[in-house]
């Protein structure tokens, strides 16, 4: 599994930033190799989100990246707000197992 990370630092209109990143959200849930997407808004600032997303792989995420529909809206929402995208390694994940 391929997780990428991105932290979003919004310096214009939030309401505009959030409706360009759905789009992006969007185009990305129909690319193959698509996992799973959750966006996450700081409870200290309204204006720091932090997006995660999951590929099955590198190489599909990387080809997501490319298309039209990736970079159009990208680069509207850059007017928008200040990115530092990475991709990050899973080493440990807990959770609370299912009660039956």
């Known amino acids: 599994m391929h997780h ?5 630092t919004v310096s214009g ?16 849930r129909d690319q193959p190799g698509f ?15 932090v997006e995660v ?3 099955t ?8 990246l490319s298309g039209d529909g990736f970079l159009g809206p990208v680069s ?3 007017k928008h707000a200040t990115a530092d995208p990475a991709p990050f390694e899973l080493l440990s994940e807990h959770s609370v197992p299912a009660s039956e």
């Open 35 to 49: 996992s799973a997407h959750r966006l996450y808004r700081s409870a200290r600032d309204e204006r720091t989100f």
């Open 4 to 8: 990428f990370i991105n932290r979003y």
């Open 13 to 28: 209109d939030v309401t505009e930033f959030r409706r360009l990143l759905a789009e992006l959200s969007a185009h990305m």
């Open 76 to 78: 509207e929402l850059r």
């Open 57 to 64: 792989d590198p190489e599909s995420h990387r080809k997501a």
């Open 53 to 55: 997303a999951e590929w």
